[in-house]
């Protein structure tokens, strides 16, 4: 089955600095990779996502990279903010059952600590 | 709309007894699943629905049962717990078939503990 392995566990910035959060996959049909930020006592959210048939994806301060011959993605987040810091997760995903299943397998977590 | 309600927020059990999880969710999603997240492990799926009257096991079934008889409505069996069961538990739905592959949806979480 899909394996997700996340790097690093921890990290920390100083506000204005850019964070980098690493993923790796091992099951080459995956073809949708989720980045979730999940905050102190909540659930995870959705932040950004990445489809198999995209290189880069962007949205504002936040952007997502895809490596499909090497199976990694990267998370990149800049300008960061002291509201940036949460446990942020990446997730792999195939479609399985002929289409119907949405089977997330995450990666470890990084938690993420912006200095003011 | 609530979106995805979890319910206990908060248990404690002791080795043995037996409880149920609530999850509900009001987006007439077809995908409902369960995760447990660990320090250092991330979230790991338990079990997933992709429909009413269809379940199937994730990466860590064992101890736990689910069944589906509602869109709305996806509950977590422990039938006999065990102090390896004290973890944080999430529920998340989401569309899937045509419109897999769109944003899963979490509950706040219950947090449980097997004393």
């Known amino acids: 089955g899909e394996n997700v392995e996340q790097h690093p566990s921890t990290l920390s910035v100083q506000e204005g600095d850019s964070a980098v959060i690493k993923c790796t996959y091992s099951?080459?049909?995956?073809?949708?990779f989720p980045w979730y930020k999940q905050e102190l006592g909540k659930g995870p959210q959705l932040i950004i996502d990445?489809?198999?048939?995209?290189g880069e994806k962007k949205d504002q301060r936040i952007a997502v990279t895809l490596n499909k011959t090497a199976k990694h993605f990267s998370l990149h987040i800049t300008e960061t903010q002291p509201e940036d810091s949460a446990v942020y997760f990446c997730?792999?995903?195939?479609?399985?059952?002929?289409?119907?299943?949405?089977?997330?397998?995450f990666g470890t977590g990084t938690l993420l600590a912006v200095q003011p | 709309n609530a979106g995805v309600t979890q319910t206990p927020k908060f248990q404690v059990l002791k080795t043995g007894q037996s409880m149920t999880l609530q999850c509900a969710q009001d987006m007439n999603h077809e995908y409902m699943s369960w995760y447990r997240q660990d320090p250092g492990m991330g979230l790991r799926l338990i079990h997933y629905?992709?429909?009413?009257?269809?379940?199937d096991q994730g990466e860590v079934p064992n101890g736990y049962n689910v069944s589906r008889s509602t869109t709305e409505d996806f509950p977590l069996r422990l039938l006999s717990a065990a102090p390896s069961q004290t973890s944080v538990y999430f529920c998340?739905?989401?569309?899937?078939?045509?419109?897999?592959?769109?944003?899963?949806?979490f509950g706040p979480g219950t947090r449980l503990t097997v004393l």
């Open positions: 998340a739905s989401s569309y899937s078939g045509q419109r897999a592959h769109n944003e899963q949806f």
């Open positions: 629905s992709v429909g009413a009257g269809i379940t």
């Open positions: 990445i489809r198999s048939n995209v």
């Open positions: 099951d080459s049909a995956s073809n949708y």
């Open positions: 997730a792999a995903s195939a479609l399985h059952h002929g289409g119907a299943t949405n089977k997330l397998i």
